[in-house]
């Protein structure tokens, strides 16, 4: 009988030490589950994040590709992020727009339709709407949305509101009434409006609000569409830039950032960044070279081609400048207000902000005191990228001449902003 009850003892201690074991590998079964699970949610809202960052979009012969976001994506951010958006009722739009008329409509990006609104107290407006079809996606909007709604200075376009209602992404900015720059440049009719003094005064815009976004806002902003269709024209012709669905924000010290996703318009990208996805506030001021030189000469660089070589406006401003001939960039709309010697300088600084490589181009900072002085030395441009489409040439390829060319004497110096 004693037996017989160390037998029950020793197989009760037996089915607990089984129990307690086998309760313990479910223990660290269920434990290492969760955090696999842990793991692959930060590992999926880390990818979340760098696509939000990086969401990107090729610009074709304006066809563009791209990623498309969700309409519940925005919806779905939380109420406190929700509340920098300025928000605007989705019914005035509607009304303003007269339903979103094609007698209202101004035209069509990549983001969608654009049309043209009247409040009630006589407010003009402008209403971008995400089309389903966009190359663009909503992270664009939210992007651009989050970005420009903190930005204040009179050479960007200012955004009055957004909405999110009813299956609707509506984006609400002040009225341009002399729509965007290409209009208006790109047009043998209407660039006759554009004289020598007013093409100075919108160079100074946009050089002042890219500054802006590069050294003086409280955001590090790297624009990287900088393009003749993203700058608005006001009533009085001034210029301000748009578009900010594809801008990156740089944080502290952070100078340059490379992504795999290239974004914005060839013909326009710096070849660090259109070859290799490396891109500062050096690609911007390249960007803006390429738009000065096309605001001097009436001419898109993309589909510049002027011999069987395939030039571009920037080989050819190039040629020119190491001939001496630069004035001929000059659009012949010009030669009656134009101011020679302005010309070649403002020519000069284009050249200098295409330069191939990056760390020889200037920064904003400068290139606005270059464009102000009169009194500054200029460096000497070297060689430019001469980029066509998705083929960037390096220095040399299209010329076998030296890669510093010396015009007039120029002297080296280095410009110190203000």
Request: aromatic content about 8%; charged content about 25%.
């Amino acid at each position: 009988m004693l037996d017989s009850g160390k037998k029950k003892t020793r197989e009760s201690r037996t089915w607990i030490a089984i129990g307690a074991t086998v309760s313990s590998i479910i223990v660290l079964v269920l434990f290492s589950f969760l955090l696999r699970c842990i793991k692959r949610r930060k590992e999926r809202v880390k990818e979340e994040k760098a696509n939000s960052q990086e969401t990107g979009l090729l610009h074709l012969a304006d066809g563009r590709l791209g990623n498309d976001y969700t309409y519940d994506a925005l919806r779905g951010q939380k109420q406190e992020e929700t509340q920098e958006f300025p928000l605007f009722p989705l019914h005035l739009a509607v009304e303003a727009t007269q339903h979103f008329s094609d007698e209202n409509k101004l035209g069509e990006g990549g983001f969608g339709p654009v049309y043209k609104g009247k409040l009630a107290d006589g407010k003009e407006i402008a209403v971008k709407r995400l089309s389903r079809t966009s190359g663009q996606g909503l992270q664009e909007f939210k992007n651009e949305v989050t970005l420009i709604a903190k930005l204040q200075h009179k050479n960007l376009v200012r955004l009055l509101g957004c909405c999110l209602e009813e299956n609707e992404s509506l984006l609400i900015y002040e009225y341009m009434p002399n729509k965007s720059l290409d209009v208006f440049l790109f047009d043998s009719a209407r660039r006759v409006q554009l004289d020598w003094k007013r093409r100075i005064s919108i160079i100074h815009g946009i050089a002042r609000g890219l500054l802006y976004l590069h050294e003086d806002s409280r955001l590090r902003i790297i624009h990287r569409d900088l393009k003749a269709s993203n700058v608005l024209l006001d009533h009085e012709m001034n210029p301000k830039i748009s578009d900010f669905g594809m801008a990156r924000i740089f944080g502290g010290n952070q100078s340059e950032a490379n992504t795999n996703r290239i974004v914005g318009t060839y013909g326009y990208m710096a070849p660090e960044y259109a070859m290799e996805g490396l891109f500062s506030v050096k690609s911007d001021v390249f960007s803006f070279g390429v738009l000065l030189l096309e605001i001097i000469s009436g001419k898109k660089n993309s589909g510049f081609y002027l011999s069987e070589l395939g030039q571009s406006l920037l080989s050819y401003t190039w040629k020119l400048w190491c001939e001496g001939e630069a004035l001929e960039l000059m659009d012949p709309v010009l030669k009656q207000s134009c101011v020679a010697a302005e010309l070649l300088k403002f020519i000069h600084i284009g050249l200098l902000c295409v330069q191939a490589d990056s760390a020889d181009r200037p920064i904003m900072s400068s290139v606005v005191v270059m464009l102000a002085s009169d009194n500054v030395t200029l460096p000497q441009p070297t060689e430019p990228a001469f980029s066509v489409g998705r083929n960037v040439a390096r220095p040399g390829q299209f010329s076998s001449g030296a890669k510093v060319c010396s015009v007039n004497e120029v002297t080296l110096s280095n410009v110190s902003p203000r």
